[in-house]
């Protein structure tokens, strides 16, 4: 079965310091890509970052970064320097290549709070 | 560069009354476009996917149903809401169906069944 798993509920950051939210995918497709959205409190999905299945490096994007471990099947995203307006929740998702639909499966989500 | 419109943004409606919620994408042409669910604090649940005009397919079966009348256009429509309707409904497009490529998201509407 596809499935992604957050496992954090809810966390807390100081402001400027480096945060990880975890993320586990379950896929026995060779051919995924791993998706990173942050949802403020206004509701709006906002794409972060994406890793694919095949990608050799860790995907990268201003403060954000995503630690891929394929053998893990994790892909933890980390921001860095952290600033008050990170507070939000974040999911993980992911898209396989078998799916006809396209569709994101996304996890439960983590609330992030930063604290001044 | 891409937008996506959704409409109203919030809409609170009686049990048994009709669902129309609107979406729109400008600055691309024939898009895959998408209708999520998410329920209060929980991740999004696919609905209705679209990959051309008339053309809808339907991943969980529901009260509700969807129409792309247009390229840009994706509706959501309920003839008979029920209390379980109640959620926050994304509307979302991309450029394609393979693994890499990233949802854009709307607005959101939130819609509360009384």
């Known amino acids: 079965a596809q499935k992604i798993t957050q496992t954090q509920p809810g966390m807390f950051v100081q402001e400027k310091e480096a945060v990880t939210l975890d993320c586990t995918y379950d896929t026995s497709d060779p051919s995924y890509g791993l998706f990173w959205y942050k949802q403020p409190s206004s509701g709006e999905m906002i794409f972060l970052i994406y890793q694919g299945s095949y990608d050799q490096q860790n995907a990268t994007e201003g403060r954000y970064s995503l630690n891929f471990q394929k053998a893990r099947k994790s892909a933890n995203l980390v921001i860095s320097a952290s600033q008050l307006g990170d507070s939000a929740m974040y999911f993980c998702a992911m898209r396989t290549g078998s799916s006809n639909t396209g569709k994101l499966i996304f996890g439960q989500g983590t609330t992030l709070q930063v604290k001044p | 560069s891409q937008t996506i419109h959704q409409w109203p943004a919030t809409l609170v409606q009686p049990v048994g009354s009709p669902l129309s919620l609107e979406c729109t994408v400008e600055?691309?042409?024939?898009?895959?476009l998408y209708w999520y669910r998410q329920a209060a604090g929980r991740g999004l649940q696919l609905l209705f996917y679209?990959?051309?005009?008339?053309?809808i397919s339907s991943e969980v079966p529901q009260n509700l149903s969807a129409s792309r009348p247009q390229d840009r256009q994706f509706i959501l429509s309920s003839k008979k809401l029920l209390l379980s309707d109640s959620g926050f409904y994304l509307c979302?497009?991309?450029?394609?169906?393979?693994?890499?490529?990233?949802?854009?998201f709307g607005p959101g509407t939130r819609l509360l069944v009384l």
């Open positions: 679209s990959v051309g005009i008339g053309q």
């Open positions: 600055g691309t042409s024939n898009p895959n």
């Open positions: 979302a497009w991309g450029p394609g169906q393979g693994p890499g490529e990233t949802q854009y």
